[in-house]
Nanobody, 123 residues
Framework: QVQLVESGGGLVQAGGSLRLSCAAS????????MGWFRQAPGKERAFVAA????????DYADSVKGRFTISRDNAKNTMYLQMNGLKPEDTAVYYC????????????????WGQGTQVTVSS
């Protein structure tokens, strides 16, 4: 059974930074791509960033490119999202997810999801 637990969310002023973590259970963490998604009130869940099984390939939504950095530590079964230059429109619940494949793909590839962590950016 795969379990994903996010942490690191909180309240921050615009322009500030946060680092989210996603701790995964199980021995197969390093075999699969991982991703971050977010859902704002009244909106659908949206892609934020993804990283391949090895960390060698990453992908970002246009809205976060240059501000967010995704990374992973396979030895620690943990994925991270460093968020800099936060904006009020980044306010959302952030979810980590594990893909069924090795490389990033569409949201349908992600089978396992965490419970989410709230990020609130004040103006």
């Amino acid at each position: 059974q795969v379990q994903l637990v996010e942490s690191g969310g909180g309240l921050v002023q615009a322009g500030g930074s946060l680092r989210l973590s996603c701790a995964a259970s199980g021995r197969t963490f390093s075999n699969y791509a991982m991703g971050w998604f977010r859902q704002a009130p009244g909106k659908e869940r949206a892609f934020v960033a993804a990283i391949s099984w090895s960390g060698g390939s990453t992908d970002y939504a246009d809205s976060v490119k240059g501000r967010f950095t995704i990374s992973r530590d396979n030895a620690k079964n943990t994925m991270y999202l460093q968020m800099n230059g936060l904006k009020p429109e980044d306010t959302a619940v952030y979810y980590c997810a594990r893909s069924t494949l090795m490389n990033p793909g569409p949201i349908g590839d992600y089978k396992y999801w965490g419970q989410g962590t709230q990020v609130t950016v004040s103006s």
